[in-house]
């Protein structure tokens, strides 16, 4: 009995309460509401946004497959307007490698780096690396590029891309006339996936760059010993 009048009185008491303050209440209450909706709208229109840039993204490919060319431009529009969705950050990485392909490599760099900026954590982003020091790369910059790939096999050492980067190092390497540590990584990558055709392509530079460079030892004899009289040359004789 006792706790049935202790909560009628705590009622009363929170009656009176609202009572009095029902301005305050209705101002409040208005105000939660309009949050949640504009809560609401936002995540509304973040999947409208999403689902249209799925749409423009698909249309763009079909467009492309119908006239088997090339348009960058399409997938860069598609990119620009549909900025933070999936299917926009997927169009950025089409457009700059359509850029690659055709040849406008400071272009193609421009929105790979563009990519990496607006996206640095996407599950693409060593595809965009990649891509970034490929352009550095046939754009004739082989120490950009050079420092691009291995910092891409470093910085994502099982990504799919990372044989490839280590790959193109290793080019690099040879190029610049570095055949040891060329050797080196086409060994590694041959190693890693012997049956795969990057491993046995990487088998056979290594093979042909250990030619370059010469057996190590050219008999099975051991080596001769430093100071021994097979290092000393023969004294002339008149």
Do not use: C
Request: glycine share 10%; hydrophobic share 45%.
């Amino acid at each position: 009995m006792e706790q049935d009048i202790s909560e009628s009185a705590y009622f009363f008491k929170l009656w009176a309460w609202f009572d009095k303050n029902k301005k305050q209440v209705a101002w409040g209450t208005a105000g939660v509401v309009a949050v949640a909706a504009v809560v609401g709208f936002v995540v509304w229109s973040q999947q409208e946004k999403a689902v249209r840039a799925g749409q423009e993204l698909s249309s763009a490919l079909v467009a492309r497959s119908f006239s088997r060319t090339e348009s960058p431009d399409a997938m860069l529009k598609v990119a620009t307007t549909y900025p933070g969705t999936a299917a926009g950050a997927q169009a950025l990485l089409l457009g700059a490698g359509e850029l690659f392909a055709g040849g406008k490599l400071a272009e193609a760099r421009t929105q790979f780096e563009r990519f990496l900026r607006e996206y640095p954590a996407h599950p693409l982003a060593a595809q965009a690396h990649l891509g970034l020091a490929a352009s550095l790369a046939a754009a004739g910059k082989l120490d950009e590029a050079a420092n691009g790939y291995k910092s891409l096999a470093d910085q994502f050492p099982h990504a799919n891309t990372a044989s490839q980067a280590r790959f193109s190092l290793a080019g690099i390497y040879e190029t610049q006339g570095k055949l040891a540590p060329a050797v080196g990584l086409f060994e590694e990558i041959a190693g890693a996936d012997p049956n795969g055709t990057l491993g046995s392509e990487a088998g056979m530079r290594a093979h042909d760059l250990q030619l370059k460079l010469g057996p190590l030892v050219t008999t099975n004899s051991p080596l001769p010993k430093v100071g021994s009289a097979t290092n000393v040359a023969p004294a002339k004789t008149n």
